[in-house]
């Protein structure tokens, strides 16, 4: 069956972005998020076409999504929300490698004997990771492949930059670790001493730019369709779409389009969003499951014609107010993935 909306994602995009990222990460290697089924794109279709480019490191945030990827074969997997003790029999089952949180976790994978894993250390963001101060004496006994720690503000220029780096890079050689790893996306912006050995974008590969420096450089991987259900020709003085906050000042041609912010596509865009490189403004309210485009400058479309949204992340984000990382892994499950 096909659905009357789409995904469609330019995978030689996606590869590109890597590469691009890869080569930003000078001497570190380039890593992958894929948590949250690879920020909403499909986290199988992007993590074959990562490791196909040569990226060996995936990042998730649950046993579930390693699970899910477990078919693939990837070289490295690591499950960023630590195990719990219900997640036991997955991790030990070799599923992934858990990144372990908290002095509770450590322990557990200690006692346990499991194999390699990673660490988180918080050094600002308050969020998940052990302190600094504790972690060589808890990391004893442990096979540490990766000690990690994650940016709160890289996206700005902010202090908390340098100083999450500077209580990081204290930790070197502290911990056996193998590697070390600590910029996510935008982190890879703010220069080689946020490097280290590993590095973890995850919105910049969709084509996501937290950060001026990748203008230009980033490309845009995902593309939403919708199909039209109805074109018809709304008279001046009339309206569209719940409430009545669009008016024709003239007679209008206007396609409805089977799309709406059940799909992720948000309010945020009515009477703002655009379709067909803003040649077809979005009018009126967007709804739960359809949305009105005027398309006075496409007299050829029809009914039953597909219509690519304009949803590149800087300016999609601009123009409703809703973050890059919201606008994508919103995009729902009605959308036919590839
Ligand atoms: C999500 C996440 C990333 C990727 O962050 P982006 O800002 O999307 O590049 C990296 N590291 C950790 C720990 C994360 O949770």
């Given at each position: 069956m096909t659905a009357p909306l789409r995904l469609r994602l330019d995978l030689a995009a996606l590869a590109d972005n890597w590469r691009s990222l890869a080569r930003m990460s000078g001497r570190a290697s380039c890593g992958a998020a894929?948590?949250?089924?690879g920020y909403g794109l499909g986290a199988e279709t992007v993590a074959r076409r990562l490791a196909d480019v040569g990226c060996r490191d995936f990042f998730v945030a649950t046993w579930a999504e390693a699970e899910r990827l477990a078919p693939l074969g990837l070289p490295n997997?690591?499950?960023?929300?630590?195990?719990?003790?219900?997640?036991?029999t997955l991790a030990r089952a070799g599923v992934a490698r858990p990144v372990l949180n908290t002095p509770a976790q450590m322990a557990r994978w200690r006692e346990c004997g499991g194999g390699a894993c990673d660490v988180m250390v918080d050094t600002g963001i308050n969020?998940?990771?052990?302190?600094?101060?504790?972690?060589?004496?808890?990391?004893?006994?442990?096979?540490?492949?990766?000690?990690?720690?994650?940016?709160?503000?890289?996206?700005?220029?902010?202090p908390l930059n340098a100083e999450q780096c500077a209580a990081f890079t204290a930790l070197r050689g502290g911990t056996g670790a193998v590697r070390?790893?600590?910029?996510?996306?935008?982190?890879?912006?703010?220069?080689?001493?946020?490097?280290?050995?590993?590095?973890?974008?995850?919105?910049?590969?969709?084509?996501?730019?937290?950060?001026?420096?990748?203008?230009?450089?980033?490309?845009?991987?995902?593309?939403?369709?919708?199909?039209?259900?109805?074109r018809r020709t709304v008279r001046a003085g009339d309206t569209v779409g719940y409430n009545a906050?669009?008016?024709?000042?003239?007679?209008?041609?206007?396609?409805?389009?089977?799309?709406?912010?059940?799909?992720?596509?948000?309010?945020?865009?009515s009477n703002c969003g655009s379709a067909g490189s803003g040649k077809l403004p979005v009018i009126g309210r967007v709804s739960m499951d359809l949305?009105?485009?005027?398309?006075?400058?496409?007299?050829?479309?029809?009914?039953?014609d597909w219509v690519t949204m304009d949803y590149a992340l800087p300016a999609a984000a601009e123009a409703s107010g809703v973050s890059q990382y919201e606008l994508l892994t919103g995009l729902g499950r009605r959308f036919q993935r590839p």
């Open positions: 894929i948590k949250a089924n997997v690591s499950v960023l929300h630590g195990i719990r003790d219900e997640d036991m969020r998940l990771g052990i302190a600094p101060d504790s972690v060589v004496g808890l990391a004893d006994g442990l096979r540490i492949e990766t000690l990690m720690s994650h940016l709160a503000c890289a996206d700005e220029d902010h070390m790893s600590l910029a996510n996306s935008a982190g890879i912006a703010l220069g080689s001493a946020y490097h280290f050995d590993l590095t973890r974008p995850g919105l910049a590969l969709y084509g996501g730019e937290p950060r001026h420096e990748f203008a230009g450089v980033i490309r845009q991987v995902v593309f939403p369709e919708a199909q039209i259900l109805q906050t669009w008016s024709a000042r003239r007679d209008t041609e206007v396609a409805i389009l089977n799309l709406g912010y059940a799909d992720g596509y948000r309010r945020a865009f949305l009105a485009i005027d398309v006075s400058m496409a007299s050829d479309l029809v009914e039953g």
